[in-house]
């Protein structure tokens, strides 16, 4: 099994910056990607961006692409969601989400980030 924990997330105005990381543990080889998504009140949850935990190859929902970073660090089993220049429509529960081979998905505990001045 794999489990993630997530950290980061909070308050910020619009404009700013927050980082997110997200850390698996347990059948980490068993992961093929990984993900976030977010959910804000009231609406579905979308996807944000992802990696191949393998390679170097991320992408992005329309929304974020040029604001936003997905990376990973395998040597700290971690990976990270940089964001910048968030806007107030940014602001929704952030969820990281790993596909595992033969297995169903793995999601994170959730974090809030909220844009507001």
């Known amino acids: 099994q794999v489990q993630l924990v997530q950290s980061g997330g909070g308050l910020v105005q619009p404009g700013g910056s927050l980082r997110l990381s997200c850390a698996p543990s347990?059948?980490?080889?068993?992961?093929?990607?990984m993900n976030w998504f977010r959910q804000a009140p009231g609406k579905e949850r979308e996807f944000v961006a992802g990696i191949p935990w393998s390679v170097e190859s991320p992408y992005y929902a329309d929304s974020v692409k040029g604001r936003f970073t997905i990376s990973k660090d395998n040597a700290k089993n971690t990976m990270y969601l940089q964001m910048n220049r968030l806007k107030p429509e940014d602001t929704a529960v952030y969820y990281c989400h790993a596909i595992i081979r033969g297995r169903d998905p793995a999601w994170g505990q959730g974090t809030q980030v909220t844009v507001s001045s």
């Open positions: 347990g059948s980490i080889r068993t992961i093929s990607i």
